[in-house]
């Protein structure tokens, strides 16, 4: 089966710009993440969908980040206006069945965004 | 308090040791928990899961879980250079906890 695929690898901006990230999960997955990874830390948890609905925002900074889940397949994450912390891999996976918890989550290579 | 803590490493080690990798969780609520390893510049990737408490062997490598001390253990057997990565260990809710890392360097 294909793997998630994320898009772009690798991302430069300035800070205020805007920078959009997409993701097409694992074809049925019904549970989609989007984790950031900042150098030498674990991934964190932005937002979690499952179809097309938002099951876990909390960590997501409103503000300056959205994403969205239109059809619950791809999706997309935005950051604007992206500032110097925001550098980061942005990790997106998913997961066949947001009901049973022992069922692997796939990632993506993972977008790195350097914001300068 | 973090869900999950790990030992930050890194770690450098002669081809052919035993590493053993570990990670503290603060819930005990949490019955499964995993190891990702992540190469460089990619995703992370599954390598074992395991449910509850005890042992899970996979080749040379073991998963341990042991809930009474909230702590979970990977260890690699005859480690090799291809070996050398970041190591991820994770909990599984409705969402995924995971620590820090620990970089592995296995040296020829």
């Known amino acids: 089966e294909a793997g998630v695929a994320q898009s772009p690898r690798y991302k430069i901006i300035e800070k205020r710009q805007s920078v959009a990230f997409w993701c097409n999960p694992i074809?049925?997955?019904?549970?989609l993440y989007w984790y950031q990874q900042i150098l030498g830390q674990g991934p964190k948890l932005l937002i979690q969908?499952?179809?097309?609905?938002?099951?876990?925002d909390s960590q997501l900074p409103k503000d300056r980040f959205s994403a969205e889940r239109l059809k619950g397949v791809d999706s997309t994450l935005k950051i604007q206006p992206a500032k110097l912390e925001d550098s980061a891999v942005y990790l997106c996976?998913?997961?066949?069945?947001?009901?049973?918890?022992?069922?692997?989550?796939?990632f993506g290579q993972g977008t790195r965004l350097t914001v300068v | 308090q973090k869900e999950v803590e790990q030992d930050p490493g890194p770690l450098s080690v002669p081809e052919g040791a035993i590493v053993s990798l570990n990670c503290t969780y603060s819930?005990?609520?949490?019955?499964?928990f995993m190891w990702y390893r992540q190469y460089s510049r990619k995703g992370p990737e599954l390598l074992m899961y395991?449910?509850?408490?005890g042992n899970k062997e996979d080749g040379r490598f073991t998963a341990q879980v042991d809930k009474s001390s909230k702590y979970i253990s990977l260890f690699i057997r005859d480690s090799q250079p291809s070996d050398s990565a970041t190591y991820l260990c994770?909990?599984?809710?409705?969402?995924?906890?995971f620590g820090t890392g620990t970089s592995l360097t296995v040296i020829p």
């Open positions: 074809s049925g997955h019904a549970t």
């Open positions: 969908f499952q179809n097309n609905g938002v099951v876990d």
């Open positions: 996976a998913s997961r066949r069945d947001g009901g049973k918890l022992n069922t692997e989550a796939f």
């Open positions: 819930n005990s609520a949490f019955q499964y």
């Open positions: 395991t449910y509850s408490s």
């Open positions: 994770a909990i599984a809710g409705n969402q995924f906890y």
